[in-house]
């Protein structure tokens, strides 16, 4: 699935950090927050004290499921963008599904059991392993215990001894897994406040000598948590994929079968009247 398929949906497949005070309802709009006046410094010195800190800031407050629609675009060879509507459906944690459109086609990929399934006309290559890094940091990191979070992290090879703070548009960061002025080392960048994930870099999949920065944009309050509608991933500073969403729904009951690779094209879909 390379690319705009499991590489693709692996590196960018949500930018919310999603509502939890909505019940089955569409989103309504919000005000943007100020930043705040000055910066927050971090008393923080494990990166296991920050995923410990966001799991207790949110844990019973965060949503249950997500489904959204998804506009997708991706920066071609020819500097002209390819667009894309995407279909996903999530449920705290660890499963996400995402159709392509046309949903009647039966494409996309499921992450289930942490791996990760291809399907193609509704029918699924075997699963790979597969940890989805921005599943787990923007929404698992507050329905899984944190010695699970920490234990998955560490797997995918973040050093969480090594913490520092830092800003980004205006905001106070914590960083964890590179020392300040380190943009090349893999980390991740969580608000000092607020306690969601911003941003993700890390050596680029196909060329270690170049950055990949990936960035959850634009979050406003949602009742007790908060949302983002937009993720963003540059390459070398340059802006080559970002998604934007719409239809967002919180906490309405999906169906098991949604998850289940097996399922694809026979369960009812949740866009479906």
């Avoid at 380190?182 to 680029?204: G, N, S, T």
Wanted: charged share 20%; with cysteine; hydrophobic share 40%.
């Amino acid at each position: 699935m390379r690319p705009l398929t499991q590489h693709a949906a692996r590196l960018a497949v949500l930018s919310l950090a999603a509502p939890a005070a909505c019940h089955s309802s569409s989103v309504p709009a919000a005000t943007p927050v100020p930043a705040p006046a000055a910066v927050i410094h971090t008393s923080y010195t494990t990166g296991d004290e920050v995923i410990a800190a966001m799991h207790a800031r949110y844990a019973g407050k965060w949503y249950s499921t997500l489904t959204f629609t998804q506009k997708t675009s991706r920066l071609q060879a020819d500097d002209k963008w390819n667009v894309q509507t995407w279909y996903e459906a999530l449920r705290v944690p660890g499963q996400l599904r995402i159709d392509f459109d046309p949903i009647s086609a039966g494409n996309g990929v499921l992450y289930v059991r942490d791996s990760a399934f291809t399907i193609r006309n509704g029918r699924p290559l075997p699963g790979q392993p597969s940890i989805n890094l921005l599943l787990l940091l923007g929404f698992d990191v507050y329905g899984n215990a944190p010695a699970r979070t920490t234990a998955l992290l560490r797997k995918e090879g973040y050093d969480l001894t090594v913490v520092h703070a830092d800003t980004f548009q205006s905001r106070p960061m914590v960083v964890v897994g590179a020392d300040q002025g380190d943009l090349h080392r893999k980390q991740f960048w969580i608000d000092a406040e607020r306690l969601y994930f911003v941003r993700m870099l890390e050596p680029a999949p196909r060329d270690s000598t170049k950055v990949q920065d990936i960035r959850f944009m634009n979050y406003e309050r949602r009742g007790e948590a908060w949302i983002s509608p937009r993720v963003e991933i540059y390459s070398d500073g340059k802006l080559v994929f970002h998604e934007d969403y719409t239809d967002m729904r919180t906490n309405e009951p999906l169906d098991d079968a949604l998850f289940d690779p097996t399922q694809w094209k026979t369960v009812k879909h949740w866009m479906t009247p």
